[in-house]
């Protein structure tokens, strides 16, 4: 059963009103509708940080809750409008993996193309389907509109593969996916793949660089001192204490990550 409740996560920002019009939309399907904003700060045309970031919120939200995620660079093109049913609630956006990390994360029922034009505002625009599709459809969801009225079944959607941890002969090799608003750098490397090893053991390094712990509180060292940690999406995080770790490393996507185990 739908919750009423609706989040929006997109890379349109927040100087141009693209946002606040898909929250018309929305609002003038159903009045009653909850508005969250996950972020509207996602790096323009970036599909894999905007498909982290959603899966690292969808758990934390009422069952039934609609989830719209619109990070579209394909918008127009041949690129399928989907709707994913999760045990959480429902995932609405392009087919382009944006949706596929937070699919992945529990069990789900079907992929449905979205198909019912009917639900779509009109005039449909070809480079604001946000507005026109995603936003008209999840305020029908949020109103009980079932998903399996929005178009037929799919038998696969596109899914992003994160980069794989390497095991080694001293420990693992991993690498930088994500970097937050503080600048630290989230790795690939999850807790348990870390709880493998006696902690009293391991060491962390960042490009041949070696930091501190892994450590249970960034407040663990002193101001300026480089540490890692596992942050609250339960991955290996790079941090400097009251600092910028992306900044700090020259660091990216991509910067290799070493467990060493001693």
Not at 89 to 98: C, E, I, Q, S, Y
Not at 198 to 222: F, H, K
Not at 244 to 259: H, Y
């Amino acid at each position: 059963m739908a919750s009423g409740i609706i989040t929006l996560l997109t890379d349109f920002g927040t100087a141009d009103a693209f946002v606040g019009i898909m929250k018309g939309v929305i609002l003038g399907i159903n009045r009653h509708a909850q508005l969250v904003d996950l972020t509207h700060a996602v790096p323009p045309q970036q599909i894999l940080p905007a498909a982290l970031v959603l899966r690292s919120a969808v758990p934390f939200f009422p069952a039934g809750t609609v989830h719209v995620a619109v990070v579209d660079p394909g918008v127009g093109s041949a690129r399928r409008p989907i709707v994913i049913e999760t045990e959480h609630g429902f995932l609405v956006g392009p087919d382009n993996g944006v949706l596929s990390l937070a699919a992945a994360a529990g069990p789900r029922g079907a992929a449905r193309v979205i198909e019912h034009r009917g639900l779509f505002r009109q005039p449909l625009s070809q480079t604001f389907h946000g507005r026109d599709i995603f936003a008209p459809v999840a305020a029908h969801l949020s109103c009980g509109v079932q998903a399996d009225a929005l178009g037929p079944p799919v038998d696969s959607i596109v899914e992003l593969a994160l980069p794989l941890v390497h095991d080694t002969p001293s420990g693992l090799r991993g690498e930088v996916i994500y970097i937050d608003h503080f600048g630290n750098l989230l790795t690939n490397i999850d807790a348990g793949a870390l709880a493998r090893f006696p902690a009293q053991r391991v060491s962390v390094s960042i490009d041949d660089r070696p930091v501190a712990g892994p450590l249970n509180a960034y407040a663990a060292v002193p101001a300026g001192t480089a540490l890692a940690i596992v942050g609250s999406w339960g991955l290996i995080e790079i941090a400097v204490r009251n600092g910028n770790a992306a900044q700090t490393f020259a660091a990216g996507p991509g910067t290799p990550v070493t467990v060493v185990v001693e």
